[in-house]
Nanobody
Framework: EVQLVESGGGLVQAGGSLRLSCAAS????????IGWFRQAPGKEREGVSC????????YYVDSVKGRFTISRDNAKNTVYLQMNSLKPEDTAVYYC????????????????WGKGTQVTVSS
């Protein structure tokens, strides 16, 4: 059974921090790039960040550069998204997904998705 399970979301004040985790099972984790997406109510789903399968290359959407950091621990089959200096506009459900392709402009060809974790940033 393929699973991606997000955790670490919650309610935080503007300027605060959260660390999201994406725990994977049921597939060969280090064959895949892992991306984070978010979706706010009534808004389009947005690609936030992704990381390549093994060589440490990363991508960030402009709005989170300098605030968010993606990392992975292949031995633990887990990807993290450290989110600092959070803003109310970061409020969304955050999803992780496993992709076949990493590029400097984002990850592509997603195969698997998690169910999401809620991040709420109050002003």
């Amino acid at each position: 059974e393929v699973q991606l399970v997000e955790s670490g979301g919650g309610l935080v004040q503007a300027g605060g921090s959260l660390r999201l985790s994406c725990a994977a099972s049921g597939f060969t984790f280090d064959d895949y790039a892992i991306g984070w997406f978010r979706q706010a109510p009534g808004k389009e789903r947005e690609g936030v960040s992704c990381i390549s399968s093994s060589d440490g290359r990363t991508y960030y959407v402009d709005s989170v550069k300098g605030r968010f950091t993606i990392s992975r621990d292949n031995a633990k089959n887990t990807v993290y998204l450290q989110m600092n200096s959070l803003k109310p506009e970061d409020t969304a459900v955050y999803y992780c997904g496993a992709a076949s392709w990493f590029s400097v402009s984002g990850c592509y060809s997603y195969h698997y998705w998690g169910k999401g974790t809620q991040v709420t940033v109050s002003s």
